[in-house]
């Protein structure tokens, strides 16, 4: 694929471009033609790109450093010193420079520039997206900012700095969203300026004059901002079009009259045709673009990637959540570590009232099914007596449950210490481990056992697809329905609607129902 240094695009390769960028309906995505005649011990390595688009991102990220850098002066002199302006003009002053020395500035202002950079860069912010309009990029700055600006204030509260003002840190914010949006603003309505003009474009044939090549000829000539200037097509037949210069044999005789720069083929299926095309544009150094098959619509915006050395067009693709689920297991990871820590007391007296009730170890071992069908050793406090695994399948049939669950609300396997610790979930304490370990997550489907999980049908595997949890939807809802459907759609429900919000209600309420000793 080429690379597209501000609009113009140029011989250098890229991981990824969205087929819109090509076509409107149908849309294509392009491989460099010169790599497809040869085998993959022979292709240039794709590190070897030109300067212009290694140096294009940099660019973004220098702006991006130096306006938050002015924009955090800015900020400080607007809370700290009354006359501002006049601070400006002499900012490099020992004074002000001492100022900024003696306190946390300097140090926070450095992790928000780094932040700033992880989230516009998580944005796709420092890549030219031709399909993404201002207002979308806008959105894009805003969303990393407001992010950065986040992330940066629960830094400084946990750090427990006092000196750092949240005026400055408020004003930083502000200052920059406006600044980073509008100077990519201004930068999209120069380059748009620039490429319409025609500086620098591209001269481009098309071999094949069937659909996809019409389309993208009209795509082509209907946005010149992409920087292409389209001449003609190149084919076997369609000889009606007035716009057909000749057959692909002529393909030299053409490039040189047209001063071509690029060939686009948009019939990949005639193998022979795309080599002898790609074989003849090395030998006059032309540039080759091959429109893959888009499977009926399938294929079309659909960005190609690469696995390892070979590209892929991918058709379609679920997005993850990346920042909620960081959340999530940050969230795991705090509050279980410190739950563990405050609970000590309680978790000792549990031990030694479990030791004294019946002979056995304290922890109960029971090997769980977890994330994507991976096996883990869940932990609890012991509240059945030292066979009880033994004793299950002798008891199977009072089973009070439905499907896959093991339930008996008399179950003569537990102990006098078990049934209290039971009912108000105390013997779950011991899965803050678990979580503290990333096998369970504080909200989630509970994990079954394996004998459970062996009596899965299809459907039910899904509740797999997410980290388990010491409490849930189901727990807080329906822990006293016996259908195991019941349990399952609650779970398949939490996976389809999940967001940090759902779990923060779902451990809220997790509370008055430990309170209320519901457990069983």
Request: aromatic letters at 10%.
């Amino acid at each position: 694929m080429r690379a597209h240094t501000e609009g113009i695009p140029t011989d250098s390769t890229t991981q990824t471009l969205s087929s819109s960028d090509m076509l409107q309906s149908p849309s294509a995505v392009v491989l460099e033609g010169t790599d497809a005649v040869s085998s993959p011990s022979e292709q240039p390595a794709r590190s070897s790109v030109a300067f212009g688009p290694r140096w294009v991102p940099i660019g973004y990220i220098l702006a991006d450093v130096f306006f938050v850098c002015l924009n955090a002066l800015v900020a400080f002199c607007l809370r700290f010193i009354p006359h501002a302006p006049a601070a400006l003009l002499d900012w490099g002053s020992p004074s002000f420079a001492l100022s900024l020395a003696v306190n946390e500035y300097v140090a926070f202002l450095f992790l928000y520039v780094a932040l700033i950079l992880l989230f516009c860069h998580s944005q796709n912010l420092y890549q030219t997206l031709k399909t993404r309009t201002a207002w979308e990029e806008s959105l894009a700055v805003a969303r990393a900012v407001f992010l950065a600006t986040l992330l940066l204030s629960a830094f400084i509260y946990l750090s427990g700095v006092k000196t750092v003002s949240r005026l400055v840190v408020g004003y930083s914010g502000v200052l920059n969203l406006g600044t980073l949006a509008l100077w990519r603003f201004w930068k999209r309505r120069m380059v748009g300026r620039r490429v319409t003009s025609g500086a620098g474009a591209r001269n481009v044939l098309i071999v094949g004059a069937g659909k996809i090549g019409l389309a993208l000829a009209q795509y082509l000539e209907g946005n010149k901002h992409l920087g292409y200037a389209f001449k003609g097509f190149l084919d076997q037949n369609h000889c009606g079009d007035p716009r057909l210069l000749g057959r692909v044999e002529d393909l030299a005789q053409v490039a040189r009259t047209r001063f071509v720069d690029e060939v686009f083929i948009t019939v990949p299926s005639e193998r022979e045709l795309v080599k002898s095309v790609a074989l003849e544009a090395r030998r006059h150094r032309l540039g080759v673009k091959v429109v893959p098959e888009l499977y009926d619509g399938l294929g079309w915006n659909a960005p190609l990637r690469y696995v390892g050395d070979f590209p892929v067009m991918e058709l379609h693709w679920e997005p993850i959540p990346a920042f909620g689920l960081f959340t999530k297991r940050v969230t795991d990871v705090v509050l279980s570590a410190c739950g563990l820590i405050l609970l000590m007391p309680l978790l000792a007296a549990l031990a030694l009232a479990i030791k004294r009730g019946s002979p056995g170890p304290i922890l109960y071992r029971s090997t769980r099914v977890g994330k994507k069908g991976r096996n883990f050793t869940c932990y609890k406090f012991r509240t059945m007596v030292a066979d009880a695994d033994a004793l299950k399948e002798e008891l199977r049939h009072r089973n009070e449950r439905n499907g896959p669950f093991f339930k008996i609300t008399d179950d003569p396997r537990v102990t006098r210490s078990g049934r209290w610790m039971r009912r108000y979930g105390f013997d779950e304490l011991p899965q803050l481990w678990n979580v503290l370990r990333g096998e369970m997550s504080l909200v989630g489907p509970r994990p079954h056992p394996v004998d459970d999980y062996e009596q899965y049908c299809l459907e039910h595997l899904r509740r797999l697809d997410v980290t388990p949890g010491i409490t849930g939807l189901w727990q807080v809802t329906a822990r006293q329905d016996p259908s195991f459907e019941t349990n399952m759609a609650l779970d398949l429900q939490y996976i389809e609607a999940w967001n940090l919000w759902l779990d923060f209600k779902i451990m809220l309420k997790t509370i008055p129902a430990v309170l209320r000793g519901e457990g069983s």
